[in-house]
């Protein structure tokens, strides 16, 4: 397990002993139910001792003696609290993706879904090959940055943003679908713990992320000059660095 996943596991286990001991002081009050969708999480019949909780194989096993599971990635949400789904992301490890890898079909059908008018969105990707192929900016452009094209342009992106945080991905709605996120960074200490909406969520990530067009064969394009769909990718495609680049990738990091 990377330090994301064994977080998350120690998180979801330490919510079932907060449900354990009835504890109402926390931030979804007292908690009456855990799992995801339909499956509830079984119940701690003793206190955990989460000081010596740390070996991984240790976790794993009392993970899944309480039918934790780690959630699918085609799913948004992570857990469900009080019949609640949530996104859950942590903090103190690697800056976790948002948006891993999507050309621009994916984002056109989502536009599509959502009613909204890409081109406003290709235009900043214009910028951003702009100043790329200029050097004043480097492959990933962060909202710190002066010269992102997007740092200013926040009600263009929300939409997408939001939807790949809570609905789905270039291809699909997710099945379990978050309704709110949750940041933390350490498990154990719920002060640590924050809860957003979906437009709250944008607002606190929005200074922390990093922008990059990656090579569009992480998108799920194999080859770009013959894809049937060359059209439709060609906006956001350029050939830079021995490869075609048009898969946007959009990752956060804690400010």
Not at 88 to 98: D, G
Request: net charge positive; charged share 30%; glycine share 6%.
């Amino acid at each position: 397990m990377n330090a994301g996943e064994k977080n998350e596991l120690l998180f979801k286990i330490f919510l079932c002993e907060l449900k354990r001991k009835k504890n109402k002081d926390t931030i979804f009050g007292e908690i009456n139910s855990i799992g995801f969708g339909e499956k509830q999480y079984l119940d701690l019949d003793e206190e955990v001792n989460f000081a010596t909780l740390v070996d991984e194989a240790d976790i794993k096993e009392l993970a899944k003696k309480l039918c934790i599971e780690k959630s699918s990635p085609l799913n948004k949400a992570d857990i469900y609290v009080n019949n609640i789904s949530y996104s859950v992301k942590y903090m103190n490890a690697a800056p976790p993706s948002l948006i891993n890898h999507t050309s621009r079909k994916g984002f056109l059908r989502i536009a599509e879904q959502l009613k909204i008018d890409i081109s406003k969105l290709d235009n900043l990707i214009k910028i951003y090959w702009d100043l790329r192929m200029q050097k004043k900016i480097t492959e990933d452009v962060s909202n710190l940055n002066s010269l992102s094209p997007f740092k200013e342009n926040k009600e263009i992106v929300r939409p997408y943003l939001e939807y790949f945080c809570f609905t789905g991905t270039g291809k699909s709605d997710s099945k379990h679908k978050a309704k709110k996120l949750i940041k933390f960074n350490i498990y154990n200490e719920p002060s640590s713990w924050k809860i957003y909406s979906k437009k709250e969520a944008i607002d606190e990530i929005w200074d922390g992320l990093y922008f990059c067009m990656r090579d569009i064969g992480k998108g799920g394009v194999k080859d770009f000059t013959n894809h049937p769909d060359k059209a439709i990718l060609a906006p956001w495609t350029k050939f830079s660095s021995g490869k075609y680049r048009g898969a946007l990738s959009v990752r956060y990091k804690a400010k």
